[in-house]
């Protein structure tokens, strides 16, 4: 069992930069591969980036590339998305997951709402 909790979402203007973070409890964080998604008001949830157990290889969706960055520190137990040049349509609640290897993202937090301003 992993329990995920997120923090660092608010308000910010458009153009501007916010820094989540999410920590895991447990011993076995380095085994879990984690990620952020997103679920804006009357969307679906969707992908945002992941990153594998080694923090190696990382993964963005179209929409983020170039101005999101994912990491994580597994001595601390912590992933972190780092979001800038913020965009209206980033506004979302925003979620940390993990999954083992192998099977689906079945670890989630509680969620963290962002709000950018235009």
């Known amino acids: 069992q992993v329990q995920l909790v997120e923090s660092g979402g608010g308000l910010v203007q458009a153009g501007g930069s916010l820094r989540l973070s999410c920590t895991a409890s447990?011993?076995?964080?380095?085994?879990?591969?984690m990620a952020w998604f997103r679920q804006a008001p009357g969307k679906e949830r969707e992908f945002v980036a992941s990153i594998i157990t080694t923090g190696a290889g990382t993964y963005y969706a179209d929409s983020v590339k170039g101005r999101f960055t994912i990491s994580r520190d597994n001595a601390r137990n912590t992933v972190d998305l780092q979001m800038n040049s913020l965009k209206p349509e980033d506004t979302a609640v925003y979620y940390c997951a993990a999954r083992a290897v192998v099977g689906s993202y079945n670890f989630w937090g509680q969620g963290t709402h962002v709000t950018v301003s235009s």
């Open positions: 447990g011993r076995t964080f380095s085994r879990y591969t």
